[in-house]
T-cell receptor
Framework: AQSVTQLDSHVSVSEGTPVLLRCNYSSSYSPSLFWYVQHPNKGLQLLLKYTSAATLVKGINGFEAEFKKSETSFHLTKPSAHMSDAAEYFCVLKTSYDKVIFGPGTSLSVIP | GAVVSQHPSWVICKSGTSVKIECRSLDFQATTMFWYRQFPKQSLMLMATSNEGSKATYEQGVEKDKFLINHASLTLSTLTVTSAHPEDSSFYIC?????????????FGPGTRLTVL
């Protein structure tokens, strides 16, 4: 069975401190993994994706994620949080063009 | 580039009526389009996948006759909620991909909020 787990439903960090949003997956096939961000009243925006090339993926707005097959993880990180990073973050698994599984989401709060 | 629009952005309808939601890829041709439903404070649930010119593939538990999907062209897909009821009230989001590949990025529309009275 394929699944995506986001271990934290809510993460709160102070502005300027590192961000870590955790994602674990389960898949029998080679996965493609994505991180999307959803700001209130806005559409989902792609942050980055892993597609079996480099395991360390750099995305927009200073975010990056590392694919670790041994740990079945794809955690999202950012060295320094900004107020504008406050949003809902989704880890997404795809194993074929039409098999899409969203994680439950992590709400990120940034404290000034 | 890769902009997806949805229309309307919000709609209120009476119970028993049908509502059509449009999803358009504005600057690219979308081989595949996806329809999702999102309840408040929850994640997105995939309802169906459609390829241009063929029937949609529905996820388990999604009623085909209730949620009619038409992917008439490479830039347009429509979702019709037939005989809507209050429990159909939700946020409906579409996305589009250029290719038939798991590695291809989905580009999301801004969503349509449906309220059924």
């Amino acid at each position: 069975a394929q699944s995506v787990t986001q271990l934290d439903s809510h993460v709160s960090v102070s502005e300027g401190t590192p961000v870590l949003l955790r994602c674990n997956y389960s898949s029998s096939y080679s996965p493609s993994l994505f991180w999307y961000v959803q700001h209130p009243n806005k559409g989902l925006q792609l942050l980055l994706k892993y597609t079996s090339a480099a395991t360390l993926v750099k995305g927009i707005n200073g975010f990056e994620a590392e694919f670790k097959k041994s740990e079945t993880s794809f955690h999202l990180t950012k060295p320094s949080a900004h107020m504008s990073d406050a949003a809902e973050y989704f880890c997404v698994l795809k194993t074929s063009y039409d098999k899409v599984i969203f994680g439950p989401g992590t709400s990120l709060s940034v404290i000034p | 580039g890769a902009v997806v629009s949805q229309h309307p952005s919000w709609v209120i309808c009476k119970s028993g009526t049908s509502v059509k939601i449009e999803c358009r890829s504005l600057d690219f041709q979308a081989t595949t389009m996806f329809w999702y439903r999102q309840f408040p404070k929850q994640s997105l649930m995939l309802m169906a996948t459609s390829n241009e010119g063929s029937k949609a593939t529905y996820e388990q538990g999604v009623e085909k006759d209730k949620f009619l999907i038409n992917h008439a062209s490479l830039t347009l897909s429509t979702l019709t909620v037939t005989s809507a009821h209050p429990e159909d009230s939700s946020f409906y989001i579409c996305s589009a991909s250029r290719e038939l590949a798991s590695t291809d990025t989905q580009y999301f529309g801004p969503g349509t909020r449906l309220t059924v009275l």
